[in-house]
């Protein structure tokens, strides 16, 4: 990806009041999120390989409080935790695609990712690999289905699109793109903030 598109990005980012950063690579991104969170924080997190690959729990364990759902959690107590997600000082994830006039695209099977970056949390860290860039939002769109099918694949669903990789728009339970969200503009300036890291991240 070359540097000036991703300067673009995130220019455009700021002009729709996201705060946007670049960090060289995933140790850079992880000394910013030393400066973004004080330490003692609660903190949730959506499912992101992305944070998986920049170590995120490995670094940040003794530095702040997950909020997360315990082992061997009732259905009830799973709910629970779920929700707890929307008072969590910072809320971390990734995204599926981010187009070059500064819009964030996701989707989402259960919502639990989605949601409270929507609203909840007073702030909102997406964090995001240089290959999560998309020109425009026919290419990002593109790149969304790309990453629904490759999930439900890796993660041994049901489900047409895990089988061939072309989304089938199916009726199936197992379906992995339920709810499909674009960020087009942060009413609260500044409240979501996305890290782009010069490195190709998660899916």
Known sequence: MERNTIDQTIRNLRERQFEAFFADNKEKAISLIEELVPQGSSVACGGSETLREIGFNEKFRDRFRFLETPAGASPQEAKEAIRARFSADAFFLSANAITVDGRIFQEDGASTRVAPMIYGPD????????????????????????????NCRRRGFATPCAEDGHCHDCRVPGRSCCTSVTLNFSRIPGRIKVIIVGEDLGI
């Open 123 to 150: 702030s909102v860290i997406i964090v995001a690999g240089q290959n999560k860039i998309a020109e425009n939002e026919a290419k990002a769109r593109q790149r969304v289905k790309a990453v629904a099918c490759e």
